[in-house]
């Protein structure tokens, strides 16, 4: 008799896995187009100084503005990183648990849970995967997993991008 696969861990929401999460989840773009925001808004504040008599405070308000936003594109990573450590949810507890019906993670804060029909697609990264759903996406770490459950949502994966296609 076959019994069903079930696998069940706990791991830290710490700096480590942040950071993991997003070098293999996001895709970043240093193009001007990436820019456009913080250069309207630069433009359009400066353009506002120098050419009208409204509140200068106004005006020097939307320049900086545009200067944050320039910082937020050119250090995306650390400036995600550290609003996830600023976050509730930071240096929590998580159990995940892959079964047969689907991948839950659970933790004082998050009780997410996703069927396997209802995941879109599985995406093997260098260091994990990433599960797309009708909610977004989320990451999972290889780094929690033991060779049994990789090569179960390897499995997997390879069913749910089949019927996808």
Not at 73 to 85: A, E, G, L, N
Not at 102 to 130: E, P
Request: charged residues 20%; aromatic residues 18%.
């Amino acid at each position: 008799m076959i019994s069903e696969f079930t696998y069940s861990t706990t791991f830290i929401l710490d700096k480590s896995y942040f950071t993991e999460c997003f070098e293999q989840s996001v895709d970043v773009d240093q193009t001007w187009q990436a820019y456009f925001k913080a250069i309207f808004f630069s433009v359009f504040g400066g353009l506002l100084v120098i050419f009208t008599p409204i509140n200068p405070y106004v005006a020097w308000f939307l320049f900086g503005i545009g200067i944050i936003e320039a910082l937020s594109v050119y250090y995306q990573k650390p400036w995600w990183v550290t609003r996830q450590m600023l976050g509730k949810a930071s240096k929590s507890e998580v159990t995940l648990t892959i079964d047969a019906k689907g991948i839950n993670s659970h933790s004082f804060y998050v009780d997410d849970s996703y069927d396997w029909q209802d995941i879109s697609k599985m995406t093997a990264t260098d260091k994990g995967w990433i599960i797309q759903h009708s909610n977004g996406k989320n990451y999972i770490s290889a780094r929690f997993l033991n060779a049994q459950a990789s090569q179960y949502i390897q499995d997997k994966a390879q069913e749910i991008n089949k019927t996808a296609t």
